[in-house]
């Protein structure tokens, strides 16, 4: 065998490998040639609560021109690359990020507008308040209390509740922002079982009666409202959210 070739071979190797993880790495950074010569460190960070596919979002508006993050497939633990002093401050915003899901109380109700006269005997005392909103921006005149409930709801996760006998809601409460005093909920669905007896109401799917986003300032009544099936009466919901803090199990109370 000649050994003297041997050498030659081993370094043109030894120098490719070098070549491709170079590559690699230019790829991953987006092979800026200012970053020739740039002080790049590797770091794990773990994700504990927040989707990864979030978390990674998050890290990609902080990295610098130099900067990469790899987001394993099986693993809660992604990979930041950039400048010490950047994914210092990457590290930092992360984990003020990946807060535990949070908790919250709401209390939702059900409720009739028509444009009958107003009862004798007055609005019921849980519908003062909305019924006087509810006078003053809409044309009806009459209005009934349906059914209310009350749940806990997590951040991140859907919950669904019974209005009474036909009615129902389904939601995910997507944040909680407690800076900006703020509960968003993405696809709100008002639902509607078919009254007994309608043709086909045996066995069908619930109908969509609303549907909607909604940002919901905390500790504050919002009024959402769907046309009827006829002109002179529609359904609104009266809704309240209120930050029930970190980690709570989510419960529902029993509609009425």
Request: charged share 25%; proline share 6%; hydrophobic share 45%.
């Amino acid at each position: 065998m000649n050994r003297v070739g041997i050498v030659p071979l081993l370094v043109s190797v030894l120098l490719a490998g070098v070549v491709t993880a170079a590559a690699a790495f230019g790829a991953e950074t987006g092979g800026d040639p200012a970053c020739d010569g740039t002080s790049i460190e590797a770091r794990v960070i773990a994700v504990r609560y927040k989707p990864l596919s979030e978390a990674s979002a998050v890290v990609e508006e902080l990295l610098g021109p130099c900067g990469a993050v790899r987001v394993p497939k099986s693993s809660r633990l992604l990979t930041v690359e950039d400048e010490p002093e950047r994914l210092d401050r990457i590290a930092r915003a992360l984990t003020a990020w990946d807060t535990p899901p949070r908790a919250v109380d709401l209390s939702i109700s059900l409720i009739l507008a028509t444009r009958d006269p107003a009862p004798s005997g007055g609005i019921a005392r849980e519908l003062r308040g909305v019924s006087e909103s509810l006078s003053q921006l809409t044309r009806y005149t009459s209005f009934k209390l349906l059914s209310s409930t009350t749940l806990r709801a997590m951040e991140g996760k859907r919950a669904e509740a019974a209005l009474g006998e036909r009615y129902s809601v389904a939601f995910r409460v997507a944040s909680v922002d407690r800076e900006r005093g703020v509960v968003s909920i993405e696809t709100f669905d008002l639902l509607e079982q078919p009254a007994a007896g309608e043709a086909g109401a045996a066995g069908a799917a619930p109908r969509t009666v609303l549907r909607l986003e909604l940002a919901l300032p905390h500790g504050r009544e919002e009024l959402v409202g769907a046309p009827g099936r006829r002109q002179d009466r529609a359904i609104f919901i009266a809704i309240k959210a209120v930050d029930a803090g970190d980690g709570a199990d989510a419960t529902a109370g029993p509609g009425r």
